[in-house]
Each structure stands twice: as structure tokens, then as C-alpha cells.
């Protein structure tokens, strides 16, 4: 089992946190995806986590995004959207919730974002019209994700946000699949977004 604790202190704070392992007991049972912890203190710190995440994603990743009513869901991904359009050389462009839409779809230079929110959907069953298998083409963004039931797929990142006090979030980042070997490069990537445990 591999476990990362991760506090952000703001951008001043330097790089000091490390990947803690633990050996599983004999009897621990099958052991439990690696996941990240975070402390967001404001909106932009949430962005900083999301340039970080846009900054290792690629093609095929799909990113659940969980939590409840203004947690930050769309805060996260507008702001991962952003950063993969600079990071594109694309004009910066608006991103707006896909509360109405369900579905937003970016693409630049064939850098695909879905950017899903599934709240209002009644069931899985009723995903069909929305694009998701073409959405594992690039890379999905998914608000609501629990709406998908048996359609979630099982390779994918986790991203659960919650409240703290004032405009401070919690965020927990679980890998599932091939996730898992990719939360160092995360850690990385975070280290240089200025989070330190
Ligand atoms: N640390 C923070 N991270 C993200 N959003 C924050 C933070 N602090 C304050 N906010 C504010 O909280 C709100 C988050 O709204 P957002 O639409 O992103 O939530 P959501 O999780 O997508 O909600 P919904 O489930 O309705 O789609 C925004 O108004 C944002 O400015
Ligand atoms: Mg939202």
C-alpha cells in the first residue's frame, strides 16, 4: 500500500513531502488503491491542483470529479481546461458549466477535453446520446460521476472535493489502474505547483 499525504501551505511553501509505503499485513486482504490528500485553501489553490493535473494527463484518462452542490467540481475543471489550452498555445477561451448541456467538448490541436456533468441525467441509462465512448478518445472530465453506476470505469482517477471553513476545500486524489503508477508524477508535478506536506 502506498499512501501520499499532501498539504497545501500556499506557493511560498517548499517541496517536503515523499511517497510514505507500508508493507500490507499477511491479513490485510487485497491491498487499497494509493490516493493523495489535500488542502485547498482558496480558489486559486484549486487551480494550481488542476494546472497539475493538466499538466499529466493525456489521452484516454478519465477524471472523476466527486462531490457535493459547489464543492468546486467545475472551478477544478475549468481551470485543468484552461491550462491545457496554454499549455496548447490555443486563445483562451470561456468554459462554461455543462450543468444545461451535460457535455462540453474542447479541442485543441487534437487535444481533446469532454467535460461532462451528469446531475441531471436520471440514470446510466440514459448516458447513450453523450459521447462517453468517443470521450475515452481524449480526455473526460467528469462532474457527478456516481450517476454512471456500472458504466464507471474501472482505470481511472478519482478527484473528491468537500468543504473546509470559508473557501478552504479538501481534495482526495485515489488512482485506480494505471493511475496508481502515475500519482509520482503527480506528487511532482504538485511540488512544483507549490503544495508541501
Ligand atoms: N477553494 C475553492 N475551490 C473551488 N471553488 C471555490 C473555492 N473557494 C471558493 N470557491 C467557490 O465555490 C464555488 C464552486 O462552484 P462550482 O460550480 O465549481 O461547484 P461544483 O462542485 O461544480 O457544483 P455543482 O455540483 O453544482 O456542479 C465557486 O463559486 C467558487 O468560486
Ligand atoms: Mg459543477
Known amino acids: 500500500m502506498a499512501a501520499l499525504g499532501l498539504v497545501l501551505k500556499g506557493s511560498e511553501a517548499g517541496p517536503r513531502f515523499g511517497i510514505a509505503t507500508s508493507p500490507a499485513a499477511p491479513d490485510a486482504g487485497p491491498p487499497m488503491d494509493p490516493a493523495l490528500t489535500l ?17 499529466v494527463a493525456k489521452r484516454g ?15 477544478l475543471a475549468r481551470a ?21 448541456t451535460l457535455v462540453q467538448v474542447y479541442d485543441f490541436g487534437g487535444d481533446e477535453i469532454w467535460h461532462f456533468d451528469l446531475f441531471r441525467i436520471g440514470g446510466w441509462e440514459e448516458t447513450d446520446e453523450l459521447g462517453l465512448d468517443e470521450a475515452v ?5 467528469v462532474e457527478w460521476p456516481e450517476r454512471l453506476g456500472p458504466l464507471l470505469p474501472k ?7 468537500d468543504y473546509g471553513e470559508g ?5 482526495r486524489i485515489q488512482a485506480h ?15 512544483h505547483a507549490g503544495f508541501a506536506s
Not at 484518462?61 to 472551478?75: E, R, V
Not at 482505470?155 to 472535493?161: K, Y
Not at 493511475?179 to 511540488?191: K, V
Open 80 to 100: 485543468f481546461i484552461t491550462a491545457r489550452a496554454a499549455a496548447r498555445g490555443a486563445p483562451e477561451e470561456t468554459v462554461p458549466s455543462p450543468t444545461f
Open 39 to 55: 488542502s485547498l485553501t482558496d480558489l486559486a489553490a484549486t487551480g494550481r491542483l488542476a494546472a497539475a493535473l493538466a499538466g
Open 177 to 191: 489502474g494505471p493511475w496508481a503508477a502515475r500519482l509520482p508524477a503527480l506528487s511532482t508535478a504538485l511540488t
Open 155 to 161: 482505470d481511472r482517477l478519482d478527484v473528491s472535493l
Open 167 to 171: 473557501e478552504v476545500r479538501t481534495a
Open 61 to 75: 484518462d478519465f477524471i472523476a470529479l466527486y462531490g457535493p452542490l459547489g464543492a468546486g467540481k467545475t472551478a
Open 137 to 141: 478518445h481524449g480526455i473526460a472530465l
